[in-house]
């Protein structure tokens, strides 16, 4: 079973950057999308950017040009550099691994980083 670990969240000022990792430990099967998706209280978890295997991505519109994923040579940890950062940001970002093996589709969640950007 897959178990991953986020880090990197915090507070800052409008304009500010962070960069969120997330570790996974126990093996991620080649079939797979790495990505990370943000909440609101109220509001639908949404997909904020995701990678997959060989290294294709995908943004949200709202953050096109100012965030960006990557993941490492092994490709077990997953980054969100987050740049120019608005109060609209303001989220609890969510690390997401979904895996196909043979016949089965899982999907994995982090425990949740948040995020507050504000003067």
């Known amino acids: 079973q897959l178990q991953l670990e986020e880090s990197g969240g915090g507070l800052v000022q409008p304009g500010g950057s962070l960069r969120l990792s997330c570790a996974a430990s126990?093996?991620?099967?080649?079939?797979?999308?790495m990505g990370w998706y943000r909440q609101v209280p109220g509001k639908q978890r949404d997909l904020v950017a995701e990678i997959t295997r060989a290294g294709g991505t995908n943004y949200a519109d709202s953050v096109k040009g100012r965030f960006s994923i990557s993941k490492d040579n092994a490709g077990n940890t997953v980054y969100l550099q987050m740049n120019s950062l608005k109060p609209e940001d303001t989220a609890v970002y969510f690390c997401?691994?979904?895996?196909?093996?043979?016949?089965?589709?899982?999907?994995?969640w982090g425990q949740g980083t948040q995020v507050t950007v504000s003067s």
């Open positions: 997401n691994v979904k895996m196909g093996s043979s016949s089965l589709l899982h999907n994995y």
């Open positions: 126990g093996r991620i099967f080649s079939n797979n999308v």
